[in-house]
C-alpha cells in the first residue's frame, strides 16, 4: 500500500494535521527526525486511521504514491530550509512539497522558485486554528501552482473546517507565496483583534470598575451579537478562570508582558514597505513590545496620572454599551487595513487574490473565526472592487451609528488615563480617510521650504517650487 501524503515534522501541529488526514480516510506516511515521535504517533492514534510509521527520509519518500504529496510541518526558518534540502534530492518532478508553517512569503517566493527549477511544486500554506484547529479542521491558505492544487485541494477541503453554511475554509490563496500572505495578515489581523479585546477589557475594568468575572460575563452578552467570534468566546473564558492556588482571578497573577513570535510584526514590516497603512495593527504590535521593556515600565510608575473618577452603576452599564461600540468599529478597521495591505500584495506580486474568498475561508477555524466574516464576505460578494471595507454601505452605516460612543469611550479613556492605541488609532485612521483636507499639504510646504521637495498644486497640473529664501515666487520644478 502507498500513502496519499505524507507528514514529517511530528511535533503537536503535525501530529494533529496527520490524524486529521487519518481520520478522514487517507493513508497518511509519517516521519519525524526523532524516530520515538512517529513510534508514539502510531503506537497512541494508530486506530484512528491507516499510518504508514517511515524511520528513514527514504523509506517516508518510498512510502507516497505518485506524485508525492508530502507535508513538512516544522519551524519556519532555518529548519524548514534543512528540511527542504533532505527531502527534494528524493522526489521527482510533479511532486509536491507543502510547507504549513508560519514561514514568511518572501522565503516561500524563493522556496518555491528554486524548486520550480527543479520540476518540484512548493506549496506554501498558511494554517490557523491551533493544536485543535489541526485535530479537527484548521482554516487553510495554500499557495502554489495551479496543478498543485488540483491535486491537493480536494484532500485539504476534507480535512478543513466548514463554515456555518458548510463551505469548507480553504481556497487557492494565488502562486508561491500568496498563502503565507494571507497567513501573515490573518495573524496580523489577529493581534489587532486581541489589542482591542485587550483595551474593552482595560476599559471595563478601570473607567467602569468590574471585576473580571463581571466582565467574563458582559464578553459572553457581546459573544452572542454581532462581535460572536472565538477570540471574544476565550476571553470570557480567560476572564473567569480563577487561580487555584491564590484564588485571584487568573489574569490578575499573570505577566503582563506579551510575548510573539513575529507574525504580526512581519504583517507591519511589509505594510510599510508595501505602503499600506495598518496603523490598527501596528499598533497592537508596539503595545506588545511596550508591555515586555520591564524596566522601563518599572522606571515610569511614578509619573503622574488624572485624578480617578469612579463610574456610577448606571453609568458603568451605560458605558459597557458603548465600549461594545467603540471595539465594534475599530474592529472593521482593522479588517479595513487587513485586507487593504492583502490586496496591496496581491497587486505587487501579481496573485490576483480574491478578498471574498479568503474572508469565507477566514469563518470557521482559524483564531479570527467570527459571525463578521460573513459580512465582509458579503461585502466583497456585493462589490468584488469594494475600494475599502469602509465603502461599503453596510459597514459605513453600522459606523456611522456607533461613532458618537466610539468618541466617548476614547474621551473617557484619555481623561482617565487608560491606554488605548488600538481604539485611537483605528478612530483617527477613520477620521483620516474621510477628511476634505490633511495637513499633509502643510507637510508638502514644509518639504519645499527646507529641502525643495516640490509640491502639487490643487488647480494646475505640474509639479513646483516656491523660492522661500528668496522673493517666494513660484517657479514650475
Ligand atoms: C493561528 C495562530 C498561530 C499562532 C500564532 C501566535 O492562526 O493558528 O495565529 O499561527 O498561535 O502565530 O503568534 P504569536 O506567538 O506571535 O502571538
Known amino acids: ?47 484512528e486511521g491507516d499510518f504508514i510509521a517511515a524511520e528513514t527520509a527514504e523509506d517516508f519518500v518510498a ?28 522526489l521527482e518532478p510533479g511532486d509536491m512539497i507543502i510547507d504549513g508553517g508560519n514561514a514568511h512569503f518572501a522565503d516561500t517566493r524563493r522556496r518555491e522558485r528554486e524548486l520550480r527549477e527543479r520540476g518540484i511544486h512548493f506549496v506554501g500554506t498558511g494554517i490557523s486554528g491551533g493544536e485543535e484547529g489541526a485535530l479537527h479542521g484548521p482554516s487553510i491558505m495554500p499557495g502554489g501552482s495551479k496543478e498543485s492544487y488540483a491535486s491537493l485541494g480536494p484532500m485539504l477541503e476534507k480535512i478543513s473546517a466548514k463554515a456555518a453554511d458548510g463551505a469548507p475554509c480553504v481556497t487557492h490563496c494565488g502562486p508561491d507565496g500568496a498563502g503565507h500572505f494571507v497567513k501573515m495578515v490573518h495573524n496580523g489581523i489577529e493581534y489587532a483583534d486581541m489589542q482591542l479585546i485587550g483595551e474593552a477589557y482595560q476599559l471595563l475594568r478601570d473607567v467602569a470598575g468590574y471585576s473580571p468575572a463581571q466582565i467574563a460575563d458582559i464578553f459572553r452578552t457581546w459573544n452572542t451579537g454581532r462581535l460572536d467570534s472565538y477570540l471574544i468566546e476565550i476571553t470570557a473564558e480567560v476572564l473567569s478562570h480563577v487561580d487555584a492556588a491564590t484564588g485571584k482571578p487568573f489574569v490578575d497573577v499573570v505577566v503582563d508582558r506579551a510575548e510573539q513570535k513575529g507574525t504580526g510584526r512581519w504583517t507591519v514590516q511589509i505594510a510599510l514597505d508595501l505602503g499600506v497603512p495598518v496603523s490598527g495593527i501596528a499598533e497592537a504590535v508596539f503595545a506588545r513590545s511596550l508591555s515586555g521593556h520591564a524596566a522601563l515600565r518599572e522606571a515610569s510608575r511614578g509619573l503622574a ?8 452603576e448606571s453609568e458603568a452599564a451605560a458605558f459597557a454599551d458603548r465600549v461594545e461600540q467603540a471595539l465594534y468599529a475599530s474592529k472593521i478597521v482593522s479588517y479595513t487595513q487587513g485586507f487593504h495591505e492583502i490586496a496591496a500584495g496581491s497587486e505587487e506580486y501579481g496573485w490576483d487574490i480574491d478578498l471574498g474568498a479568503v474572508s469565507a475561508i477566514w ?12 459580512r465582509i464576505r458579503a461585502a466583497y460578494d456585493a462589490r468584488a472592487e469594494l475600494p475599502s471595507l469602509l465603502s461599503d ?37 477613520y477620521d483620516a480617510l474621510r477628511a476634505e483636507r490633511l495637513p499633509a499639504a502643510l507637510t508638502q510646504g514644509q518639504r519645499d521650504f527646507f529641502g525643495a521637495h516640490t509640491y502639487r498644486r490643487v488647480d494646475r497640473d505640474g509639479a513646483f517650487h516656491t523660492l522661500w529664501g528668496g522673493d517666494r515666487g513660484e517657479v514650475s520644478a
Request: proline content about 6%; glycine content about 8%.
Open 1 to 47: 500500500t502507498s500513502a496519499q501524503i505524507g507528514v514529517t515534522g511530528l511535533a503537536v501541529m503535525g501530529r494533529n494535521l496527520a490524524r486529521n488526514f487519518a481520520r478522514n480516510g487517507y493513508t497518511v506516511a509519517v516521519h519525524n527526525r526523532t524516530v520515538s515521535r512517529t513510534k508514539a504517533l502510531v503506537e497512541e492514534f494508530g486506530q
Open 63 to 90: 512510502a507516497l504514491e505518485r506524485p508525492r504529496r508530502l507535508v513538512i510541518m516544522v519551524k519556519a526558518g532555518e529548519p524548514t530550509d534543512a528540511v527542504i534540502e533532505e527531502f527534494a534530492p528524493l
Open 363 to 374: 469563518r470557521g477555524g482559524c483564531i479570527i473565526r467570527a459571525a463578521f466574516l460573513d
Open 393 to 429: 454601505e453596510t459597514f459605513a452605516r453600522e459606523i456611522a451609528a456607533a461613532q458618537d460612543d466610539w468618541r466617548e469611550v476614547l474621551t473617557a479613556a484619555v481623561r482617565q488615563g487608560v491606554p488605548t492605541p488600538g481604539f485611537a488609532a483605528a478612530l483617527a485612521y
Open 305 to 312: 496620572g488624572p485624578k480617578p473618577s469612579p463610574l456610577s
